[in-house]
């Protein structure tokens, strides 16, 4: 099974960018669609950005469409999420998670996502 920790937040100031890594161990990153999840306190997690198994598709939530950018290096059994232009309303617990390895493409439902990170913290203020 994937095991995956997260890294890269942090406090930025609005406009700012940040960089998150997902670091994947125990399995193959390539068997795996892996999506990058928010959540803050009282409020539901929700889908940022996903990347299916073969790295060819990518979707990102319309809070995030135009200033995410979410990639893979399988060398480095890593996938990123790029932030630019960061908001007050980006700051949330970021997580990234494996979806089950029969699925090739990836999907906006946490449910369907069985290995999780423990969270990385991003807090965009001034």
């Known amino acids: 099974q994937l095991q995956l920790v997260e890294s890269g937040g942090g406090l930025v100031q609005p406009g700012g960018s940040l960089r998150l890594s997902c670091a994947t161990s125990?399995?193959?990153?390539?068997?795996?669609?892996i999506g990058w999840f928010r959540q803050v306190p009282g409020k539901e997690r929700e889908a940022v950005s996903c990347?299916?198994?073969?790295?060819?598709?990518?979707t990102y939530a319309k809070a995030g469409k135009g200033r995410f950018t979410i990639s893979r290096d399988s060398a480095k059994n890593t996938v990123y999420l790029q932030m630019n232009s960061l908001k007050p309303e980006d700051t949330a617990v970021y997580y990234c998670?494996?979806?089950?390895?029969?699925?090739?493409?990836?999907?906006?439902?946490?449910?369907?996502?069985?290995?999780w990170g423990q969270g990385t913290e991003v807090s965009v203020s001034s």
């Open positions: 998670a494996a979806r089950n390895s029969s699925f090739f493409t990836c999907s906006p439902y946490s449910a369907e996502f069985g290995s």
């Open positions: 125990g399995s193959t990153l390539d068997l795996y669609a």
């Open positions: 990347i299916d198994r073969g790295g060819e598709t990518r």
